[in-house]
């Protein structure tokens, strides 16, 4: 195979550069020319991993993808380019030892099979991308799923529609008219299809396999390959879907579907009597069990995520981690069937940990870092992907009794050029007296690591259900806020994730009291504890809830910062019930109801109301695309702050939604965020 498919091993350098002489400050260009190591997926002998490289091209404005194999057979291997494989991604193994992956064919994405030795061959030609697949096991069928109107088969080619309006009027008779950020195309959902392969080329027209269902599966707009799964015979599917309908902007109830592979039945739902979600469906190896996650209560989409086992035989269903104060986010059986390993939040970590199958132990097999893309192997051990607060992904390998060994280092060159930082954690009593955790990231080297006073870039997170923990980040990335000479500092106030479900709770109908609590004991703690931290030069950032907690801060809290920077955040919460998308999350944040059913808990924590105390200065920052937290709610905020002569700056990305993801706006984005805090904070103190 490494002759066959791989490239010269001289390609390797691109990893392995000498370390450079001096360090420098990190910019947002660094951070977008990263290398970023996707997924893998390893072969069926575990000899070899399967991922996704992709690089920046700055001056087109996108990155772009290259497939790698790693040998895992050999130590210190480096990863390899396929040859032939340029522009591929999402790559799989098949049963048969070929590479299957998608790669531009024009302007679409379509389905290439490469065998030992051979050429990438497009074996589907669909008139939409193809937005992923699987691989049935046995290698004798293809599920693939993309965005698709009302049709039998992928290429609705046997299907006439209606003549489209000459006018230009979108026009709607429900809601989620948009999500997240695009406009609905009423009929227009993300639908699998199932296509025998025979001969390594798709067949027939391909079966939809959700029969009458009206629903998105993959769940939009987040949800991928991990809410598909096949039995191991590769005879059915199983596939998550939340029903489409009059309820769908206030529905959390995704269900698990079971469909014959071959669509010679309609799907049933197996989680109907669960009106919460129900997600990530996997096979236990012997197909006996289906294992996924259900949060108990309807409406709420950060509720706990609790491990279930399903027998397939009977039916019978038990909450495998129930007594496990921790909500899974990943599930994949071990080898033998006889444990998963899942990961999950834990006081700012994400591990890597294991659950016996039979009695539901779990144990930690990891440490430090964000870990995800778990991936069993047939010896008992696993690779995983790892980032930290320090440097993004590389893969990683933990066996059978929790050693853990980095397997790649594909920023090793450039991480080297780079002024090196630390993470301290620190905890303090806040609302309540309950403890509540914060991290520190401080430049380690000179000339800001002898200062004597720094700069504090307060960042606080999104969500409001989140963390800033140790993981990094291609949008806030505390390493990054340091780069002026600034000591990034974060609190998991309550409501935050990794810290047990009560906690994460605790911010229901109570959006600015204890989180705004937390945040100024926080912020008084480790400012008095740590003498490097210029108390009275600090500037407060964040998006999204941090966005809402700035315009909060704003008319709660208005003389202790510098400068505010607000991205995408509420301004007003009666118009914000209106306007936003996924009316569950609004509505259970503030007690469960519409905001004509109880006004008073929109209006409680409500920003627009105490306008009249605004006076710091800030920057708000906002995309048109958002159909989140509209842009309309920036717009509000930047006329409160010029109404009152409040020194203020107003960025609109037309082509960004909730988040800044293209990377010349993302750099942008730094550039006027460093910029206004740089206006407003003293620059470091000298020894």
């Known amino acids: 195979m490494t002759k066959a498919l791989l490239l010269a091993a001289a390609s390797a350098a691109a990893f392995a550069f000498a370390l450079p002489a001096a360090a420098r400050p990190m910019t947002a260009t660094d951070m977008h020319m990263m290398h970023r190591l996707g997924a893998p997926e390893v072969s069926p002998d575990g000899k070899w991993a399967l991922f996704t490289i992709s690089d920046t091209d700055l001056a087109a404005n996108k990155r772009n993808n290259t497939l790698y194999l790693l040998d895992l057979t050999k130590s210190g291997a480096s990863p390899q380019p396929v040859a032939g494989a340029e522009k591929g991604h999402d790559g799989v193994f098949g049963p048969d030892g070929a590479l299957y992956f998608l790669k531009p ?32 096991p046995a290698g004798d069928r293809v599920i693939v799923w993309a965005d698709q109107r009302d049709c039998p088969d992928i290429a609705c080619a046997a299907t006439t529609f209606p003549a489209k309006p000459e006018g230009s009027a979108r026009t709607y008779d429900k809601m989620f008219v948009r999500h997240w950020d695009t406009w609905a195309e009423p009929g227009t959902r993300s639908r699998i299809y199932s296509y025998p392969l025979e001969g390594g080329k798709l067949t027939g027209m391909g079966v939809r396999l959700t029969g009458e269902l009206e629903g998105d599966t993959p769940s939009k707009p987040f949800g991928g390959g991990e809410e598909i799964a096949l039995s191991p ?35 049933v739902n197996l989680t109907d009597a669960n009106d919460g979600t129900d997600n990530l469906p996997a096979v236990s190896p012997d197909g006996r069990t289906l294992a996924y996650f259900a949060m108990a209560r309807p409406g709420y989409e950060a509720d706990r995520q609790i491990l279930q086992l399903r027998d397939l035989a009977s039916g019978q269903t038990r909450a495998l981690t129930q007594s496990w104060d921790r909500s899974v986010a990943s599930i994949a059986w071990a080898a033998d ?11 700012q970590e994400t591990p890597v940990f294991r659950v016996d199958a039979a009695t539901g132990k779990v144990t930690r097999l990891t440490r430090e870092g964000t870990s995800g893309n778990v991936r069993p192997l047939p010896d008992g051990s696993a690779i995983f992907t790892q ?53 520190k990231v401080k430049p380690a080297g ?15 997170h999104g969500g409001p259900q989140g963390s800033f923990g140790n993981g990094w980040s291609y949008r806030w990335n505390p390493r990054l806020f340091t780069s002026p000479g600034y000591i990034a500092v974060a609190i998991d106030f309550h409501g935050s994730t990794g810290y047990g479900q009560a906690f994460t709770d605790s911010i229901n109908k109570d959006w600015g009291g204890k989180p705004l609590e937390d945040l100024q004991k926080g912020l008084a703690y480790v400012t008095a504890n740590d003498a490097q931290l210029d108390a009275d030069n600090v500037c407060a950032a964040g998006a999204s809830y941090g966005g809402y907690m700035m315009n909060w801060i704003e008319g709660r809290w208005p003389d202790r910062f510098k400068c505010l920077v607000q991205h995408d955040g509420v301004f007003d919460a009666r118009a914000m019930a209106y306007e936003t998308e996924e009316l569950w999350f609004d509505e259970w944040e503030h007690g469960g109801k519409a905001y004509f059913e109880a006004p008073e808990e929109f209006e409680k924590w409500n920003p627009v109301n105490h306008v009249a105390a605004w006076k710091t200065p800030m920057l708000v920052v906002t995309g048109e695309k958002d159909f989140r937290i509209p842009y309309t709610q920036g717009l509000a905020a930047f006329t409160a702050l010029q109404r009152r002569n409040i020194p203020s700056r107003l960025v609109v990305f037309p082509d960004e939604n909730h988040w ?28």
Not at 107 to 136: E, N, P, W, Y
Not at 660 to 675: A, C
Request: proline share 6%.
């Open 105 to 136: 064919v024009g302007d679409r994405d379509q389905l290439h099979r490469m065998t030992v030795g051979g050429q990438a061959v497009a074996i589907s030609d669909f008139g939409a991308d193809v937005s992923g697949f699987k691989i049935s």
């Open 233 to 267: 015979d590769g005879k059915t599917v199983y596939f998550t879907l939340r029903e489409a309908g009059r309820i769908e902007p206030l529905s959390t109830n995704l269900d698990i579907f079971a469909s014959p592979a071959d669509g010679s039945a309609p799907p």
């Open 337 to 347: 069937g006889k444990s998963l390993l899942v990961t999950a939040e834990d006081t």
């Open 387 to 439: 980032n930290s607060v320090m440097a993004p992904d590389d893969l990683f390998r933990v066996d059978r009794r929790g050693r853990v060994r980095q397997l790649t280092n594909v920023n090793r060159a450039l991480l080297a050029e780079l002024d090196p930082v630390k993470l301290e954690r620190f905890s303090f009593a806040g609302a309540n007296g309950d403890k509540v955790w914060g991290i």
């Open 446 to 460: 000179p000339p800001y690591a002898a200062a004597a006073k720094l700069p504090v870039a307060f960042l606080v």
């Open 660 to 687: 800044v993801l293209k990377p010349k706006n993302s750099i942008q984005w730094y550039d006027e965020v460093f910029k206004w805090m740089g206006q407003h904070l003293q620059p470091a103190a000298a020894q």
